[in-house]
């Protein structure tokens, strides 16, 4: 149950959801409410309840991930935290998963000859025109996609990879659904629809961001395209995406401007003593060890402890290591611990972060500066070992998942975004070239360092992100 500022109708809602005899667990997934609304959750005295209250509001598909993410039961349901849909029709609905028919079901408001509210005409009209265009590529013959009531089975969610973070979560669903081949069933449903007056919160936006979601995501284009348009590529072996990273890190060495920017957003919070996990070449050792701090300096390829041991190997304020998080030494704490570029390449990132934590002094920082955007996801992303790009409220829900509190996450480098899309996405190059990265570093970098201090970009073709352990 995605909930946000629903304190008149939450506990209301909730009663109804509990009276069902099909419910086992109920995941309320409070997305920054200022109403009060976890508050009266929290008050309900039912142990089938679990609250999960997100850092920030961060909208309706990223509490959905959140949720599915929790999820512990054969079947899962999703119920809106008003009372336009009806707990009651439960049964029916998971029946066909029940019997074995379907892996997914769709409760349609326009199949059902049940009692529905008379409300906006336009509204209704561009459900079917949206509901249209996806079925024209999925594939799909549904008469409701935006529904709210959908039912899966749990190894359906587990696999969705969703990414969009409002209402484009449901074109998102339908077409990953379609690509992957799901049995899917419709039902009718009985519908109570809401005015805005009365806490409607879906706009004309969210119509324009649907019709992103049904192109970006269909696997119709995705098949014309010729070219994955979700990143799931498996990644190459370790040692042919070493060899390619080699050549980048050598590259990026050019790039002093754009690490400098880095390096500049991240020192305020380092403190003393930093991990600095995935060091590479040692670029931002480098940096860390001019500001006088300590620095252990890790990295998994052999390759690059031999550089940092070169480089760093007589610093007194320097240890080398060849270790990955689970085998550094638990009696050590640092105040901080840095990855640039790193925890997309690491298998379980809920994990890592889990580990980060157990090595951080209370009140320590974790320092996360990675790629975004999983439509920017290319063949060099696949060829140095990238398992994903993030959005941002990605990585604010990791981190709380992981038991951090968040300082600050922000998109970096908003010019790089179409840079990237063109260059590597588009053109299949290799962006990390020498000269182009020169280029751009002199040229494009002073000016974007400069627009976007102060400011808080939509898009970027990074994130970065700093959580701090509580005390």
Same mark, same amino acid.
């Given at each position: 149950?995605?909930?946000?500022?629903?304190?008149?109708?939450?506990?209301?809602?909730?009663?109804?959801?509990?009276?069902?005899?099909?419910?086992?667990?109920?995941?309320?997934?409070?997305? /920054?409410?200022?109403? /009060?609304?976890?508050?009266?959750?929290?008050?309900?005295?039912?142990? !089938?309840?679990?609250?999960?209250?997100?850092?920030?509001?961060? &909208?309706? /598909?990223?509490?959905?991930?959140?949720?599915?993410?929790?999820?512990?039961?054969? *079947?899962?349901?999703?119920?809106?935290?008003?009372?336009?849909?009806?707990?009651?029709?439960?049964?029916?609905?998971?029946?066909?998963?029940?019997?074995?028919?379907?892996?997914?079901?769709?409760?349609?408001?326009?199949?059902?000859? &049940?009692?529905?509210?008379?409300?906006?005409? @336009?509204?209704?009209?561009?459900?079917?025109?949206?509901?249209?265009?996806?079925?024209?590529?999925?594939?799909? #013959?549904?008469?409701?996609?935006?529904?709210? *009531?959908?039912?899966?089975?749990?190894?359906?969610?587990?696999?969705?990879?969703?990414?969009?973070?409002?209402?484009?979560?449901?074109?998102?669903?339908?077409?990953?659904?379609?690509?992957?081949?799901?049995?899917?069933?419709?039902?009718?449903?009985? *519908?109570?629809?809401?005015?805005?007056?009365?806490?409607?919160?879906?706009?004309?936006?969210?119509?324009? !961001?649907?019709?992103?979601a049904i192109t970006r995501y269909s696997p119709?284009?995705?098949?014309?395209? &010729?070219?994955?348009?979700?990143?799931?590529?498996?990644?190459?072996?370790?040692?042919?995406?070493?060899?390619?990273?080699?050549?980048?890190?050598?590259?990026? !060495?050019?790039?002093?401007?754009?690490?400098? @920017?880095?390096?500049?957003?991240?020192?305020?919070?380092?403190?003393?003593?930093?991990l600095e996990v995935g060091a590479g070449h040692?670029?931002?050792?480098?940096?860390?060890?001019?500001?006088?701090?300590?620095?252990?300096?890790?990295?998994?390829?052999?390759?690059?402890?031999?550089?940092?041991?070169?480089?760093? /190997?007589?610093?007194?304020?320097?240890?080398?290591?060849?270790?990955?998080?689970?085998?550094?030494?638990?009696?050590?704490?640092?105040?901080?611990?840095?990855?640039?570029?790193?925890?997309?390449?690491?298998?379980?990132?809920?994990?890592?972060?889990?580990?980060?934590?157990?090595?951080? #002094?209370? &009140?320590?920082?974790?320092?996360?500066f990675v790629p975004a955007f999983d439509g920017?996801?290319?063949?060099?992303?696949?060829?140095?070992?990238?398992?994903? $790009?993030?959005?941002?409220?990605?990585?604010?829900?990791?981190?709380?998942?992981?038991?951090?509190?968040?300082?600050?996450?922000?998109?970096?480098?908003?010019?790089?975004?179409?840079? @990237?899309?063109?260059?590597?996405?588009?053109?299949?190059?290799?962006?990390?070239?020498?000269?182009?990265?020169?280029?751009?570093?002199?040229?494009?970098?002073?000016?974007? $360092?400069?627009?976007?201090?102060?400011?808080?970009?939509?898009?970027?073709?990074?994130?970065?992100?700093?959580?701090?352990?509580?005390?």
């Open positions: 149950m995605p909930c946000f500022n629903e304190i008149a109708t939450v506990s209301v809602i909730i009663d109804r959801v509990l009276k069902s005899e099909y419910v086992t667990e109920l995941v309320v997934v409070d997305d /920054g409410s200022t109403d /009060g609304t976890p508050e009266v959750v929290e008050a309900i005295a039912d142990p !089938r309840i679990r609250l999960i209250r997100q850092p920030e509001n961060l &909208g309706k /598909g990223a509490a959905l991930r959140r949720g599915f993410a929790e999820v512990s039961g054969p *079947y899962v349901i999703v119920q809106d935290a008003d009372l336009e849909y009806d707990p009651e029709e439960y049964g029916r609905l998971i029946q066909p998963l029940i019997d074995g028919l379907a892996d997914v079901v769709y409760g349609s408001r326009f199949l059902s000859s &049940g009692p529905h509210r008379v409300l906006y005409y @336009w509204h209704s009209v561009g459900n079917r025109m949206l509901t249209t265009v996806s079925n024209m590529l999925s594939g799909l #013959n549904l008469t409701d996609m935006e529904t709210c *009531y959908k039912a899966f089975r749990i190894e359906v969610v587990r696999t969705l990879d969703l990414q969009e973070d409002r209402f484009g979560i449901e074109p998102e669903i339908t077409a990953k659904v379609a690509r992957a081949g799901w049995r899917v069933y419709e039902i009718g449903i009985s *519908y109570a629809g809401r005015t805005y007056e009365e806490g409607k919160k879906i706009g004309w936006r969210d119509g324009l !961001r649907a019709v992103y119709l284009l995705e098949k014309l395209n &010729g070219h994955p348009v979700v990143r799931d590529l498996a990644p190459v072996d370790f040692e042919e995406s070493d060899s390619e990273l080699a050549t980048t890190l050598d590259s990026l !060495r050019a790039a002093k401007n754009y690490q400098d @920017w880095i390096f500049e957003m991240c020192e305020p919070h380092f403190g003393d003593r930093v040692g670029d931002f050792t480098e940096r860390l060890v001019a500001s006088g701090r300590r620095v252990t300096a890790t990295d998994l390829s052999a390759r690059c402890v031999d550089i940092l041991h070169e480089r760093y /190997g007589s610093t007194p304020a320097v240890s080398v290591l060849l270790s990955d998080l689970e085998s550094l030494p638990e009696d050590d704490l640092y105040d901080s611990v840095l990855l640039v570029n790193v925890l997309e390449h690491i298998d379980d990132d809920l994990e890592a972060l889990v580990q980060i934590r157990r090595r951080l #002094n209370p &009140g320590g920082r974790v320092i996360l920017l996801y290319s063949d060099f992303d696949r060829l140095v070992g990238h398992r994903r $790009r993030y959005r941002r409220s990605h990585l604010v829900t990791l981190a709380d998942r992981a038991g951090f509190e968040l300082v600050d996450a922000r998109y970096v480098n908003t010019l790089g975004t179409f840079v @990237w899309w063109l260059f590597a996405r588009r053109m299949r190059q290799i962006p990390t070239s020498e000269i182009p990265v020169k280029a751009y570093d002199r040229v494009a970098v002073p000016l974007l $360092r400069r627009f976007e201090t102060g400011r808080n970009p939509k898009v970027g073709q990074s994130v970065l992100m700093i959580a701090r352990l509580p005390d």
